[in-house]
């Protein structure tokens, strides 16, 4: 044991191994396990930057995507309230006498104008149902509900006008119309706000 410990001291002379050789190489395996960690933490912090990047870009295409679906229904909405007007100045009201046959293909004519703009806000708000969030989402529901309650009310005005008579019950024409109006503003405003914020 004391041998031992005698040749260590003396420097291991004499022990047959020389250690001299071995130093260098600690030396280079310690700077390539710095190298390595310092790689590795260079390749995670890139790493992190393009999960980011690509999170922001996921967002942005996405607020996009949901800008372009309010713009879509917000125009085919307002398309839909254009036929305020001309349905009420082709129908006459309060009712004071029939149609023409003239008169009845034009106001036939609008409702079909009417039944396609319905359909086509009915499908832009349902995509909007779908990009959500659900306050947005919500409106677009109110949306259709209040053109639907127009396009029946527009339906029932025509009826009466075609037959002459006033309706059995009175007409929700003028409330439809503005309810219309009204829902189409909360939605732009609600809108705006989420799409300035996500």
């Given at each position: 044991?004391n041998s031992i410990?005698a040749?260590l001291a003396?420097?291991?002379?004499?022990?047959g191994?020389?250690?001299?050789p071995?130093?260098?190489?600690?030396?280079?395996v310690?700077a390539g396990?710095?190298?390595?960690?310092?790689?590795?933490?260079?390749q995670?912090?890139?790493?992190?930057?393009?999960?980011a990047q690509?999170?922001?870009?996921?967002?942005?295409?996405?607020?996009?995507l949901?800008?372009?679906?309010?713009?879509?229904c917000?125009v085919?909405?307002?398309?839909?309230?254009?036929?305020?007007?001309?349905?009420?100045r082709?129908?006459?009201w309060?009712?004071?006498?029939s149609?023409?046959?003239?008169e009845?293909?034009?106001?036939?004519?609008?409702?079909?104008?009417?039944?396609e703009?319905?359909?086509?806000?009915?499908?832009k708000?349902?995509?909007?149902?779908?990009?959500?969030p659900?306050s947005?989402?919500?409106?677009?529901?109110?949306?259709i509900?209040?053109?639907a309650?127009?396009r029946?009310?527009?339906?029932?005005?025509?009826?009466?006008?075609?037959?002459?008579e006033p309706?059995a019950?009175?007409?929700?024409?003028?409330?439809?119309?503005e309810?219309?109006?009204?829902?189409l503003e909360?939605f732009?405003?609600?809108a705006?706000?989420?799409i300035?914020?996500?």
């Amino acid at each position: 044991m004391n041998s031992i410990g005698a040749a260590l001291a003396a420097g291991g002379k004499g022990t047959g191994f020389d250690w001299t050789p071995v130093w260098p190489l600690v030396g280079v395996v310690v700077a390539g396990l710095f190298a390595l960690a310092g790689h590795s933490m260079v390749q995670r912090a890139t790493r992190g930057q393009a999960e980011a990047q690509t999170a922001r870009d996921l967002s942005k295409w996405h607020r996009e995507l949901r800008r372009q679906s309010y713009v879509d229904c917000i125009v085919a909405y307002e398309r839909l309230r254009d036929m305020i007007v001309p349905l009420s100045r082709a129908i006459p009201w309060p009712v004071s006498r029939s149609l023409t046959s003239e008169e009845a293909a034009q106001v036939e004519a609008l409702l079909v104008t009417l039944g396609e703009r319905y359909d086509e806000a009915f499908q832009k708000c349902q995509i909007v149902r779908l990009e959500g969030p659900g306050s947005v989402a919500d409106a677009a529901q109110r949306l259709i509900f209040a053109a639907a309650d127009f396009r029946q009310a527009a339906d029932e005005r025509a009826r009466a006008a075609g037959a002459g008579e006033p309706p059995a019950q009175p007409t929700t024409w003028s409330s439809s119309a503005e309810k219309m109006n009204d829902e189409l503003e909360s939605f732009i405003e609600l809108a705006g706000t989420v799409i300035a914020v996500d």
